[in-house]
């Protein structure tokens, strides 16, 4: 598709999806093994039964997931990498600081010389990317992008009686998406929110070295370089902010709750997601949960119950889709789609 000339308006295209489990499965019986927990207290508290971890000895890096996940969401758009302009990852685990995970899997998959670069948000990281992709090309910047989302919070986590908090909740995965300009100005992003609040990064964060944790807090050496997080915090947030934010997008758009067919939301906890669901009066149908299969995949989490809901065919186009997300920052954020 040429780029647009003045006064062309143009829509965007969500045209397929993939999505990349690494092959080990950690149950709760086997966290059992490992501390001091069992599998009704994980259960009750979370929802979470099992996850996925990644070995990168057998290629279960953060870029070899992400790439796998893409690989699939081009096949699924009967598209080449080559057709690629620009690959965003959204991603806060990268293999390393410099390069970037996105110019990884753009080799990977043999992109070409088109545009790479990840974007770090957290558990938002995905909506965020998509939000950004989604401008970029209704703006006529570029015409085809993948969006991918990556996480392996497993090497940030002890698996231990230490570090259950955290253990219990995070599994690792990628999803994906390709969208793609369209001359259809229906198509795309109806409304978005993207939100933070700088002054609680500490609720959830990764130090890096000693000098990285406030004073105020007492983290043991063992901890740094793994995540710590105020969950009583983190829950009470998430449970005021997820309904409110699905509220405000809709104020933008225009529209009641029943009016969009799927709401896609990031697994952090089946709580929250069922207290999201009665406020708003939704059916079960319509607010999608796996975080009892996958655990809490951070940036990976959106992406993945949209391909899983894409190939049980339960999203079609010419629905309404919300896709919402919190996490780290703290951040939050929506993109309600007509597709």
Not at 79 to 92: E, F, K, Y
Not at 135 to 146: E, M, S
Not at 214 to 219: A, D, G, N, T, V
């Amino acid at each position: 598709m040429s780029r647009p000339g003045p006064g062309h308006v143009r829509g965007v295209r969500l045209l397929g999806t993939g999505a990349c489990l690494p092959r080990r499965r950690l149950a709760n019986t086997d966290l059992m093994t490992m501390m001091d927990t069992t599998d009704e207290w994980i259960v009750q508290r979370t929802g979470i039964s099992t996850r996925h971890i990644s070995d990168p000895d057998a290629g279960e890096t953060t870029h070899d997931l992400g790439a796998n996940a893409l690989r699939d969401a081009l096949v699924a758009s009967h598209l080449s990498p080559n057709d690629l302009d620009l690959i965003l990852c959204a991603t806060m685990t990268g293999e390393n600081n410099c390069p970037p995970v996105a110019c990884m899997i753009s080799q990977r998959l043999n992109a070409g010389r088109c545009g790479a670069m990840d974007l770090s948000a957290a558990c938002c990281s995905w909506v965020y990317a998509l939000n950004t992709a989604a401008a970029l090309v209704k703006t006529g910047a570029y015409n085809t992008v993948g969006v991918v989302g990556v996480d392996r919070l497993s090497k940030h986590v002890l698996y231990s009686t230490e570090g259950r908090s955290t253990a219990i909740l995070f599994g690792d995965g990628a999803g994906a998406a390709v969208i793609k300009a369209t001359d259809d100005p229906s198509k795309g992003i109806i409304a978005q929110s993207m939100h933070s609040n700088g002054e609680r990064w500490t609720d959830i964060f990764i130090p890096w070295q000693r000098r990285d944790i406030p004073s105020e807090l007492e983290i043991p050496d063992s901890q740094i370089g793994k995540v710590h997080m105020n969950g009583a915090a983190v829950f009470k947030f998430a449970v005021s902010t997820f309904p409110d934010l699905i509220a405000e997008t809709l104020e933008k758009a225009g529209l009641r709750a029943d009016e969009v067919d799927m709401y896609v939301c990031h697994q952090s906890n089946a709580r929250i997601l069922k207290a999201a669901r009665e406020r708003f009066g939704l059916p079960e149908d319509k607010l999608y949960i796996n975080i009892d299969r996958v655990g809490n995949t951070v940036s990976a989490s959106v992406p993945l119950c949209l391909h899983e809901l894409r190939t049980a065919g339960k999203i079609k186009d010419g629905q309404r889709v919300m896709f919402v997300a919190f996490g780290a920052g703290l951040t939050w954020g929506s993109s309600l789609w007509q597709l």
